[in-house]
C-alpha cells in the first residue's frame, strides 16, 4: 500500500477471473526482508484474516466450499502464502492453491 498500489492485485485483474479481495492484514509484521525461513513463519502467522469487508453472501458464495487461488508478485519461502492460505481455509475454504509471477531464492548459507 506504500507503494500506491497493489501489485498481486493488478495481476489477479489480468487473469480475467473474478478477483475478491477477501483478506486483510489485521496485524503490522516487520519486514521479511533479511528473515530465515523460520522468523518469516513466526512473523506472519495470524497476521491476516477474511476481510470484514466481505459480505455473509460473498463468503458463503466465493470461499466456503470453494477451491480458492491467492495471487502474489513474488514467492521466496512461502511464508506469507501459508499464512494467507491458514486464514482462508479457516474461513471454510475447501482447498487453496497459489499463483505467483516469480520465485526469489533465499542466500545459500555455506557453513
Same mark, same amino acid.
Given at each position: 500500500?506504500?507503494?500506491?498500489?497493489?501489485?498481486?492485485?493488478?495481476?489477479?485483474?489480468?487473469?480475467?477471473?473474478?478477483?475478491?479481495?477477501?483478506?486483510?492484514?489485521?496485524?503490522?509484521?516487520?519486514?521479511?526482508?533479511?528473515?530465515?525461513?523460520?522468523?518469516?513463519?513466526?512473523?506472519?502467522?495470524?497476521?491476516?484474516?477474511?476481510?470484514?469487508?466481505?459480505?455473509?453472501?460473498?463468503?458463503?458464495? !466465493?470461499?466456503?466450499?470453494?477451491?480458492?487461488? !491467492?495471487?502474489?508478485?513474488?514467492?521466496?519461502?512461502?511464508?506469507?502464502?501459508?499464512?494467507?492460505?491458514?486464514?482462508?481455509?479457516?474461513?471454510?475454504?475447501?482447498?487453496?492453491?497459489?499463483?505467483?509471477?516469480?520465485?526469489?531464492? !533465499?542466500?545459500?548459507?555455506?557453513?
Amino acid at each position: 500500500m506504500r507503494r500506491g498500489f497493489n501489485q498481486a492485485d493488478d495481476l489477479a485483474r489480468r487473469l480475467g477471473v473474478p478477483v475478491l479481495r477477501a483478506l486483510r492484514r489485521v496485524r503490522a509484521t516487520a519486514p521479511q526482508t533479511g528473515l530465515n525461513a523460520a522468523a518469516r513463519r513466526r512473523n506472519v502467522r495470524h497476521a491476516f484474516r477474511l476481510s470484514p469487508f466481505l459480505s455473509r453472501v460473498q463468503r458463503q458464495r !466465493l470461499v466456503e466450499g470453494r477451491i480458492v487461488v !491467492l495471487v502474489d508478485d513474488v514467492r521466496t519461502t512461502g511464508a506469507t502464502l501459508e499464512a494467507c492460505a491458514a486464514a482462508l481455509k479457516d474461513a471454510g475454504a475447501r482447498e487453496v492453491r497459489a499463483l505467483t509471477v516469480a520465485r526469489a531464492a !533465499l542466500p545459500v548459507r555455506r557453513v
